[in-house]
């Protein structure tokens, strides 16, 4: 708990102290925040920083493959209600990154920690977490990422018993399947459009029944659990029936279905529902996803969508046809090198939008819009790209790094 003496060894505030040095000296030589360099440097050091830095705080993890830096983002506005928190909000989200954020909140009270899938099980276990958010699980990353189904048994394996509290979505199966060797779950019906993870029953392998909102397994009866948490249009349903309006400035259904899950986390703390959510409107947008930025005087929305679910959601949110697009994509270490997801994404989904395609992979992106019979144009980079657009706010897609080379080229 908060408050108690300095949890730190001298070996510990060492580690500490150089890994902050190493993270300056790599800011001031201009390769990023150095939060990553300097948690390695510190772990190196004490194996067991992390789980010291944590041990004076109310934990909270969160992990899914899309949503988790602004789920990450909306809980820690609802938290701050309750007292100081630290969070590794720029997304550096594998054990280094997590230390480094952790090493920053010496008053805090709450650790608000976003943790890439494969890492949620070993940093669960060195952060003794209050709470753990699972959002959902898909495809992402083909060449390096275990299957979607193996991520959910890791989970499964390395929550099993978990002390914390799970706020788990009950509408996509293979989080289920991950929450459900945990005694303490609460299940929120949060929604899900991309389907094409779960057609098989990750309990026995039987084909999955879908009526409707509903889902089970025809054969071993496996099936969605009943929530107490919902979204339900522009509302949060509590588990005593109350709906609580949701009014973000990030846009889209899965920002929504974000706050309804990030509600149900600031309550396990005691933050009440009608506090949560309006902390929530503070948040405009997560390291610029979201951000509408001026670039040769046109007005520019950066959109980051780093697999076909999160492609899928960002397609439901941009300005209707005419509004021009352009989509870039990369397929370096941090994107994943294998760019066949490109054939999981309905393109079709841009009919009547000029489509501009710009990005180190832009030719096999080509091919798969060449595919889906949509109108394109292949630009040398995003300058000729956005001199090229016919009036009006340019949606820009973009997959990871992608995203940041965009945002270093507008000054963002």
């Known amino acids: 708990m908060a408050g108690n ?13 150089a890994g902050k040095a190493v993270a300056a000296a790599s800011r001031a030589a201009g390769r990023g925040s150095g939060s990553v360099i300097g948690g390695r440097v510190a772990l190196k050091l004490d194996p067991d920083l992390l789980g010291r830095l944590a041990q004076n705080l ?5 992990s899914a493959t899309n949503g988790k830096t602004t789920t990450t983002r909306l809980i820690a506005e609802a938290l701050r209600a309750a007292g100081p928190v630290v969070s590794n909000a720029l997304g550096a989200n594998m054990p280094a990154g997590i230390t480094s954020a952790l090493a920053g909140g010496s008053d805090a009270k709450f650790g608000v920690i976003e943790v890439d899938e494969k890492y949620l099980a070993g940093v669960a276990r060195d952060t003794d977490p209050k709470c753990i958010a699972l959002l959902n699980l898909s495809r992402d990353q083909l060449d390096r990422a275990a299957e979607t189904r193996m991520l959910a048994e890791n989970w499964r394996e390395g929550l099993a018993g978990s002390k914390a509290v799970i706020v788990a979505n009950c509408d996509d199966p293979l989080v289920v399947w991950a929450a459900s060797s ?3 779950v609460v299940w929120v019906a949060a929604g899900q459009m991309w389907k ?10 039987g084909v999955m029944q879908r009526p409707g909102d509903d889902w089970f397994c025809g054969e071993c009866g496996f099936r969605r659990p009943t929530p107490t948490w919902a979204l339900s249009g522009d509302h949060v349903l509590d588990p005593h029936g109350s709906a609580w309006p949701i009014h973000l400035q990030l846009p889209g259904r899965a920002n929504k279905a974000n706050a309804a899950s990030s ?10 529902p009608q506090v949560a959510l309006e902390r929530m409107y503070q948040v405009q947008a997560v390291a610029g996803r979201y951000d509408v930025v001026q670039f040769e005087n046109r007005d520019l929305r950066l959109l980051l969508a780093k697999n076909p679910a999160g492609w899928l959601e960002t ?7 005419p509004a021009p ?9 941090a994107d994943g090198t294998d760019t066949s997801w490109l054939w999981d994404v309905d393109y079709t989904r841009l009919t009547g939008h000029p489509i501009f395609v710009i990005g180190d992979r832009k030719l096999d992106l080509a091919v798969r819009l060449e595919v889906a019979n949509q109108h394109f144009q292949v630009c040398d980079n995003l300058d000729q790209a956005v001199q090229m657009c016919p009036p009006g706010r340019i949606e820009v897609i973009a997959n990871y790094t992608a995203f940041q080379d965009l945002r270093r080229r507008v000054g963002n």
């Not at 397609?315 to 046809?321: A, C, G, Q, R, V």
């Open 196 to 205: 094409d993870d779960a057609w098989s029953c990750p309990s026995c392998g």
């Open 325 to 333: 697009v352009i989509l870039s994509v990369n397929a370096r270490g």
């Open 182 to 184: 945990s005694p303490n």
């Open 58 to 62: 109310d934990v909270v993890l969160v």
């Open 263 to 272: 509600a149900a986390v600031a309550a396990v703390f005691g933050v009440p």
């Open 5 to 17: 003496s300095d949890p730190l060894t001298p070996r510990a505030k060492l580690a500490v102290t």
């Open 315 to 321: 397609f439901s949110l941009i300005d209707p046809p």
